[in-house]
């Protein structure tokens, strides 16, 4: 299967900041997620972004397919922003196969 | 429309005991998909079901048992729960198989074994 390696694994930033969080993958891959996970566990899909870029109020994310990666841009940070982000794509010759997620980056939203 | 829905929010288990953990979607999706998340881990595959009567294994499917009876329900059982069973589960489906199709994923399911 695919490896998906998330970076910086732990993120501190004031209230305000702008981050970049990456995304690298081992092997070409299609559904390319990013998700949030809050304090309580709860996963809420950010995009799905398997190439381009796209927007969404203060976040965006860009995926480069063909050098295996992908960026999700955050700006103007809030402490509601806090919690844990993962990527998470599906082998492209997987079929029906599940998501392949990294271990996330931890963010902390300091006020 | 409630989208996915995951029964119980909680557990407490003995060590041997079992259990059935329920994952419904009022979406008509064809895939569903049971994961756990372990501490300071992503998301792992245990077992996915590509249609009603289907299964199959994913990453890490020892200890479990699924079954899909009917399109809208997913099964997770555990026959026999161990300490190392200890973890959040998550369920997720999707509309079918093409590229364009996301996953969509259940509240969780917090399991701890004893």
């Known amino acids: 299967g695919i490896q998906v390696e998330q970076s910086p694994p732990d993120l501190i930033l004031q209230e305000g900041a702008n981050s970049t969080l990456r995304c690298n993958f081992s092997?070409?891959?299609?559904?390319l997620q990013w998700f949030h996970q809050n304090p309580w566990g709860q996963l809420i899909n950010l995009f799905y972004?398997?190439?381009g870029t796209k927007q969404n109020g203060r976040l965006s994310a860009t995926t480069v397919a063909t050098e295996r990666y992908s960026l999700l841009y955050i700006s103007s940070s809030q402490t509601t922003d806090s919690g844990v982000y993962f990527c998470?794509?599906?082998?492209?010759?997987?079929?029906?196969?599940?998501?392949?997620f990294g271990k996330g980056t931890h963010l902390i939203i300091q006020p | 429309n409630a989208g996915v829905t995951q029964t119980p929010k909680f557990r407490v288990l003995k060590t041997g005991q079992s259990m059935t953990l329920l994952c419904a979607q009022d979406?008509?999706?064809?895939?569903m998909y049971w994961y756990r998340q372990d501490p300071g881990m992503g998301l792992r595959l245990i077992h996915y079901?590509?249609?009603?009567?289907?299964?199959a294994k994913g990453e890490v499917p020892d200890g479990y048992n699924v079954s899909r009876l009917k399109k809208q329900n997913f099964l997770l059982g555990l026959e026999s729960a161990a300490p190392s069973q200890t973890s959040v589960y998550f369920c997720?489906?999707?509309?079918?198989?093409?590229?364009?199709?996301?996953?969509?994923f259940g509240p969780g399911t917090r399991l701890t074994v004893l």
């Open positions: 079901s590509v249609g009603e009567g289907t299964t």
């Open positions: 998470a794509g599906v082998y492209s010759g997987g079929g029906a196969d599940g998501l392949t």
């Open positions: 979406m008509n999706h064809e895939y």
């Open positions: 997720a489906s999707r509309p079918g198989l093409a590229v364009t199709d996301t996953q969509y």
């Open positions: 092997d070409s891959v299609n559904n």
């Open positions: 972004i398997p190439s």
